[in-house]
């Protein structure tokens, strides 16, 4: 794949130029698969979320003023994308959870680093998939998409308190998950040479 510069590639994809639009795509694929997986529940809705995704970044295109990273442009619109979705009749009823109020703000549950480290991307992905809908938003929001509570109680209608609770909640589930992952593997595999 012949290699052009950021402002070539959107200049072609201003233009409809279909090159330069597959170029883009395949560039950022993966990339932005890995965060539409993070908030889909599952990798179809995933597939569908980066062509809404795509969809939206060829039709905005021309709201991007380089004043800042054309990545970092990206990637909000494919979260807001991913929000928007979870934000829909369909998810929204089933996205009600009841919560326990009394959660101190800052309970802090660490993952072992090396817990994580022994885990390949997809069982990862797949632990975080199996969070509830919101508490997994809220996770995504604030872990790595760098929310701050106010902010994900704005985007998603939930205080920050709501918003707290779901983000110790989702950590807490994560941490009990991942050292189950972590005991149910052997200790070493046998590779055949």
């Not at 069982?123 to 969070?131: A, M, S």
């Not at 809220?138 to 790595?144: D, I, K, P, T």
């Amino acid at each position: 794949m012949p290699q052009y510069t950021e402002q070539e590639i959107i200049k072609g994809c201003l233009e409809n130029n279909r090159v330069y639009q597959e170029h883009l795509y395949k560039s950022y694929y993966s990339l932005f698969l890995k965060i539409c997986a993070r908030y889909a529940r599952g990798m179809e809705d995933a597939e569908q979320l980066l062509n809404d995704s795509f969809l939206r970044i060829f039709k905005n295109l021309e709201s991007f003023k380089n004043l800042g990273s054309f990545e970092g442009w990206m990637k909000r619109i494919v979260v807001n994308t991913c929000l928007d979705y979870l934000k829909s009749k369909q998810v929204k009823n089933a996205m009600q959870v009841t919560y326990a109020a009394n959660i101190p703000e800052e309970t802090n549950i660490a993952l072992s680093t090396q817990a994580v480290k022994n885990l390949e991307f997809k069982e990862l992905l797949g632990i975080i998939q199996t969070l509830p809908d919101v508490s997994r938003t809220v996770f995504n929001l604030y872990v790595f998409d760098g929310f701050t509570h106010r902010e994900i109680g704005k985007l998603l209608n939930i205080s920050e308190g709501t918003s707290s609770w779901h983000l110790h909640y989702a950590r807490n589930q994560l941490q009990k998950k991942i050292k189950k992952t972590n005991a149910e593997k052997p200790l070493y595999e046998h590779k055949r040479v």
